[in-house]
C-alpha cells in the first residue's frame, strides 16, 4: 500500500510540472531542499515562489524537495527562493527571516538548530570592521539613513574634498551595517539583498582613500546601488537621478539643480536630469 502510494504521489507531481510547463515559456525545471514539515507548509511554501505563468513550485513535504519550474527569462530560482524565504521557511540558499519563522504555526515550525551560524552569515554578509554603530529609527524608512548619508558623500565630491568624503563614506558604512534586513518591507529587502555586498566593498573603498579621483571612480557604481534601493523605498523628499554624459555616469541628488561630483568646480553645471523619484 505504501509503495502504490508513492508511486501515485510521484504520478500527481509528475502531471503538475506537465502542466505548468505547458503554459511556462522557457521553461527551466531545478530541485532544491526547503525546509518545513506538513501540508500546510506545502500550501504556503508552492503558494509563495509560484506566480502565474512565470513560476511554479512543487512542495515534497516527504523529502523536504521542491520542484521548481520557472521561465528563464523573467525569474530565476534566487528570487523564487527568497520569496520563499520571506514566507518563513528556509532553503539551503536562504534563510527566512525571524520575524517569518516566528509567525508560522507550531506544526510548521521545523528544526533549524543546525542553521544558526548560516543565518548569522547571511544577516552579515562580510564583517565590517572598526565600524561605529549609528542609531536607525525604525519607527520610519530604515533606509533614509543609508540615504543621508549617500547624500552627505555627493556633497563632499562636488567640493573635490577627499577628506570628507572618506569620512561621510565611513558613517555610511554604519547606517549600512545598522539596517536590519528582517524587518524591511518585501520590495526592499529583495532589493536589499541584491546590493548589499557591492554596496559594502564601494563604500568601503571610497572611505579607505582621500584620493578624490578614486573616490569618483568608485562613486558611479556605489550611485546604482542605491538607485536600486531608493527605486523601492519611499524617500521622505523627492530625489533625482542626474547623469554625466562626459563621464557616462550618474549619481542621485536631492536638487534639480546639477551639481556634479565627477568634475566638482571644473565643470559643475555638466548633466541633466534623467529621471524624478518620488
Not at 521553461?27 to 504556503?44: F, H, L, R
Not at 564583517?127 to 533606509?143: H, P
Not at 565630491?157 to 558613517?171: N, Y
Request: charged fraction near 25%; aromatic fraction near 8%; include cysteine.
Amino acid at each position: 500500500m505504501n509503495s502504490l502510494k508513492k508511486i501515485m504521489m510521484v504520478a500527481l507531481t509528475v502531471l503538475a510540472i506537465t502542466q505548468s510547463n505547458a503554459q511556462i515559456n522557457n521553461a527551466k525545471i531545478e530541485t532544491v531542499k526547503i525546509y518545513g514539515n506538513c501540508g500546510m507548509c506545502k500550501s504556503k511554501i508552492d503558494k509563495a515562489g509560484s506566480q502565474k505563468n512565470i513560476a511554479e513550485v512543487v512542495w515534497n513535504k516527504d523529502t523536504k524537495m521542491a520542484t521548481l519550474t520557472y521561465d528563464s527569462k523573467k525569474t530565476n530560482q534566487e528570487e523564487i527562493l527568497k520569496k520563499i524565504a520571506l514566507a518563513g521557511y528556509d532553503s539551503d540558499f536562504f534563510l527566512a527571516p525571524e520575524k517569518a519563522y516566528s509567525s508560522l504555526n507550531g506544526c510548521c515550525q521545523y528544526d533549524r538548530e543546525a542553521k544558526v551560524e548560516i543565518q548569522a552569515e547571511l544577516k552579515n554578509e562580510v564583517a565590517i570592521e572598526n565600524i561605529s554603530t549609528v542609531s536607525v529609527n525604525q519607527e520610519t524608512n530604515q533606509l533614509q539613513s543609508v540615504f543621508d548619508n549617500y547624500f552627505l558623500l555627493k556633497d563632499a565630491l562636488v567640493k573635490t574634498d577627499g577628506k570628507t568624503a572618506s569620512e561621510k563614506s565611513t558613517a555610511l558604512l554604519s547606517s549600512i551595517a545598522a539596517v536590519k534586513m528582517e524587518t524591511l518591507k518585501v520590495e526592499e529587502h529583495m532589493a536589499w539583498m541584491k546590493v548589499f555586498k557591492d554596496l559594502t566593498a564601494n563604500t568601503k573603498s571610497v572611505s579607505e582613500t582621500q584620493d578624490v579621483e578614486k573616490q569618483r571612480d568608485v562613486f558611479n557604481s556605489l550611485s546604482q546601488e542605491v538607485y536600486e534601493l531608493i527605486k523601492v523605498s519611499k524617500p521622505k523628499e523627492v530625489v533625482y537621478y542626474q547623469y554625466c554624459p562626459m563621464k557616462k555616469m550618474n549619481w542621485l541628488s536631492k536638487e534639480n539643480t546639477i551639481k556634479n561630483p565627477y568634475y566638482g568646480s571644473q565643470m559643475l553645471s555638466c548633466g541633466s536630469v534623467v529621471e524624478t523619484i518620488k
